[in-house]
């Protein structure tokens, strides 16, 4: 079952501790550069307050256990939202061995019109994942490359 996060839905709040954890591994094994507290302070105080910026969809299984999160924001963040300019795709994560094919399209879709619904017309995500695989299912397209160096070694 598809299940959108907001405050105003009882299943959220009963899912959030589950869904607060998996976003911080998320964030511990995908973005070494970002800091587990900083996504889970941001998705807490944004789905406490029903901030319309939170934008998180779940898939659930028969025992109401998650088992697939995306979690989308309109950038830049802390600005009026007058001055959106574009989604960001922070994370997207299916369990191993879960079939979620059309249950993902769906999310995807409803992350689309929940983007346009903040008069955004692009959605962006950076992936670990092959560039052509998320062309292919999702339909981005390669726009730039994100670069690192390590500053630990001169």
């Not at 105003?8 to 501790?17: E, G, I, N, T």
């Not at 910026?53 to 950038?75: K, S």
């Not at 992936?127 to 994100?146: C, D, I, Y």
Request: charge should be neutral; proline fraction near 5%; aromatic fraction near 12%.
């Amino acid at each position: 079952m598809i299940h959108r996060i907001h405050r105003s839905f009882a299943l959220s709040w009963k899912l959030m501790p589950e869904l607060l954890a998996r976003m911080a591994k998320f964030t511990e094994t995908y973005d070494p550069e970002g800091l587990p507290e900083e996504t889970i302070e941001l998705v807490r105080s944004w789905f406490t307050y029903g901030d319309m910026r939170l934008g998180v969809w779940v898939i659930i299984d028969n025992d109401e256990q998650i088992v697939a999160h995306l979690f989308v924001t309109p950038e830049p963040l802390g600005l009026d939202p007058k001055y959106f300019r574009f989604a960001l795709v922070r994370q997207a994560l299916v369990n191993p061995g879960v079939d979620a094919r059309e249950e993902a399209r769906v999310v995807f879709e409803q992350a689309c019109m929940w983007a346009r619904s903040l008069d955004l017309t692009t959605m962006l995500m950076f992936t670990h994942r092959s560039a052509e695989s998320m062309a292919r299912k999702w339909g981005f397209v390669e726009n730039k490359k994100l670069m690192r160096r390590s500053l630990m070694n001169g």
